[in-house]
């Protein structure tokens, strides 16, 4: 509120525009829930609660063998997950999640027990109605393979030990298990549609069927009873739906889950690649220029990002949205204004540097406003880091400079002469974190040098970018990003081999009379 105030008079007095820009916070409470200690240890318990309590249903009290098993069981596994999935075991809302979905497929699992020992269904069917998949296909597509291969190795053994009290392992659970889940993770390394999921299920589904033939858990033989016959096809039918049927609650659940636990898929990103998002038709409108650039930008990084491995889609995405901030000011930008009047022309070189390293800002206020992804305005506030806008700086060094000289005739003394200072011509920051965004600002950078090249071929475009990036380099902009030089050579290969394609010179065509 006292900040408000104090706007507010200096608004009053002409000091400032009164506009009060969005900001980037972080909120402390929720980097506690996120990183703390505390709160680990208590998920932890509650995980090891819930899954006991899931072993003792049914039941009066567990043996200290079963609890034995069940203790060292979990002890691996989560030794596991600290060694070999630090991401994970470090984050209290991954954690919670990759085991929120084993906890919820072993009560399924429970589920089934109980009903086949109460005699409610017949034991020959129960065993192909598990949703041997449920936690591996949910994983696969929310957080990767790597905690799904741990969801589906941790659910199979302790699955298998619930159908057996704990006293041993029930060797056609596991192997079904384990061969149904990786077929499911096999069938969602990329999905970017949801009927890639329902395919899923039907491998799985497939899947379960044959091994259930092979096991022995659908006897066919020959001859057989019509009412053998009738289980036969009751059994077959279950094992296709089960996987059918899990597919698609999982479908279902992916939007929810998205939202709760802040993760986001493939198939989330595809759909913010709309261009008709209301910012993107606006720039299309509003800023021409600036909507085409970015067109060919993300056409540009996700190329690049398709090289080196990373999410092509976040570099698509965060490539439509990056220059969002020049909707403020679209006409002071070169792809928007025309040959015959530059505005620039009637700015000092320090308020034009303002202007252009401005469209960040304001980009980012605007994705904050519209309520855009977080990765998408870590991208605009870091596509352009700390470099500095060299052509204004030249040309203020120039201005000092004829300053200078003109004052050695007028006899103006050096403190006279205006100062020049690198800062004021440095876009904020900060650098550049993550691997999209250097893909999205290499690209940006190559996209905007190449169409400021009269005859651009694949060799001048080759020296420009490689002395471009080897400035970049020495300067530091890329210190603070996990990214080898090597994929930074990638990128640069990749751009270059996608321009040198895209203008290309054409046949000059011949004139009719």
């Not at 809302?93 to 089934?112: C, E, H, M, N, P």
């Not at 990214?483 to 046949?507: F, Y």
Request: glycine share 6%.
């Amino acid at each position: 509120m006292v900040k408000y105030l104090e706007q507010r008079q200096l608004a009053a007095r002409g000091l400032t525009c009164g506009k009060i820009r969005r900001r980037i916070r972080g909120h402390q409470f929720l980097r506690a829930l996120e990183k703390g200690w505390g709160i680990r240890l208590l998920t932890l318990a509650l995980i090891l609660t819930s899954l006991f309590g899931i072993m003792l249903l049914g039941k009066e009290q567990l043996s200290s063998q079963q609890c034995l098993v069940a203790l060292s069981l979990f002890t691996i596994a989560l030794g596991g997950l600290w060694i070999g999935h630090p991401t994970t075991a470090y984050s209290n809302s991954r954690l919670t999640l990759l085991f929120g979905t084993l906890i919820a497929q072993l009560a399924l699992v429970k589920t089934a027990i109980l009903i086949t020992n109460a005699g409610i269904m017949d034991p020959k069917l129960v065993p192909l109605l598990l949703p041997y998949a449920l936690a591996p296909l949910t994983l696969s597509v929310l957080l990767g393979n790597r905690d799904a291969l741990f969801a589906l190795l941790f659910g199979s053994c302790w699955g298998g030990f619930l159908f057996n009290n704990f006293q041993e392992i029930n060797i056609p659970f596991l192997l079904i298990s384990l061969l149904a889940g990786f077929i499911a993770m096999i069938a969602t390394q990329q999905v970017r549609r949801r009927s890639r999921l329902i395919r899923a299920g039907i491998y799985v589904g497939i899947t379960t069927w044959i091994l259930a033939i092979m096991l022995g858990e659908i006897a066919i033989a020959s001859p057989f009873t019509k009412s053998d016959g009738m289980m036969i096809l009751l059994q077959s039918v279950g094992a296709l739906a089960s996987g059918i049927v899990t597919s698609i609650i999982v479908s279902g659940l992916l939007p929810i889950l998205e939202y709760l636990f802040s993760v986001t898929t493939e198939i989330s990103w595809l759909e913010m690649a709309d261009l008709n998002h209301p910012l993107l038709r606006r720039l299309s409108l509003e800023a021409p220029g600036t909507y085409q650039h970015s067109i060919a930008v993300a056409t540009l990084a996700e190329a690049a990002a398709e090289a080196i491995h990373a999410n092509a889609s976040i570099c698509r995405v965060g490539a439509y949205f990056h220059d969002i901030g020049k909707l403020v000011k679209p006409e002071y930008f070169t792809e928007n204004t025309s040959s015959d009047f530059n505005p620039h022309d009637n700015l000092t070189p320090t308020m034009s540097s303002l202007i252009i390293t401005a469209h960040v800002k304001e980009g980012i206020d605007l994705a904050l406003k519209n309520k855009l992804h977080r990765r998408i305005v870590d991208i605009i506030s870091q596509h352009h880091g700390t470099t500095m806008v060299s052509y204004f700086f030249e040309r203020a060094r120039q201005q000092q400079e004829d300053v200078r000289l003109g004052g050695k005739m007028l006899n103006l003394r050096e403190e006279d002469i205006p100062e020049v200072h690198e800062e004021t011509f440095r876009y904020p920051g900060p650098k550049l974190q993550t691997k999209e965004a250097v893909v999205v600002s290499l690209a940006d950078l190559a996209e905007s040098a190449t169409h400021s090249m009269e005859k651009p071929s694949r060799q001048r475009i080759d020296d420009l970018l490689q002395s471009v990036f080897k400035e970049r380099l020495q300067q530091g902009e890329y210190n603070e990003c996990p990214i080898t030089v090597g994929e930074l050579h990638k990128i640069v290969e990749t751009l270059v081999n996608t321009l040198a394609g895209m203008m290309h010179t054409r046949v000059a065509y011949k004139k009719t009379n």
